[in-house]
């Protein structure tokens, strides 16, 4: 009789143990079983860590239309122009704010990478952490829009 290679099922099979293995349930009231296909969920850190990157990389950009912002307010008093006026105090809004707000989102948006759940919550506090900065460039982009 000639050698025949058998299928590892089959010989599973014969030997009396399962070739794949059945999912059981965990203590927690999770399955395990084989791994599902693609990629896997995002890290946690991950939100929290190219947030704080990104901001090392938009702070110096803001700190520089800032300048801006002082050059254009420097000859204006009380009696300024309101086309200038209302960019000045939205820059000077967006400066108060950006010294609380943004590190206070990026330290709640790391806080929040304890629990996988929190997604959400972590990419809502990243968003927020960005919007001093934001205020800051609409307000030095409003101010080179031509008045009335």
Request: one cysteine or more; proline letters at 12%.
């Amino acid at each position: 009789m000639p050698y025949r290679r058998s299928h590892p099922r089959t010989a599973a099979l014969r030997s009396g143990r399962s070739a794949v293995s059945t999912p059981r349930l965990l203590p927690g009231g999770r399955w395990t079983g084989p791994a599902p296909a693609g990629p896997g969920p995002v890290p946690r850190w991950a939100v929290p860590a190219a947030a704080t990157a990104l901001l090392t990389q938009v702070v110096p950009v803001v700190g520089g239309l800032l300048w801006i912002a002082l050059l254009a307010g420097t000859g204006c008093d009380e009696g300024c122009d309101p086309t200038v006026r209302g960019p000045l105090n939205m820059v000077a809004l967006g400066y108060r704010l950006g010294h609380t707000v943004t590190p206070a989102a990026l330290a709640l948006c790391w806080l929040l990478a304890v629990r996988r759940s929190w997604a959400k919550a972590r990419w809502i506090a990243a968003g927020l952490a960005y919007v001093p900065p934001a205020m800051i460039v609409l307000g030095v982009l409003l101010l080179f829009v031509p008045g009335p």
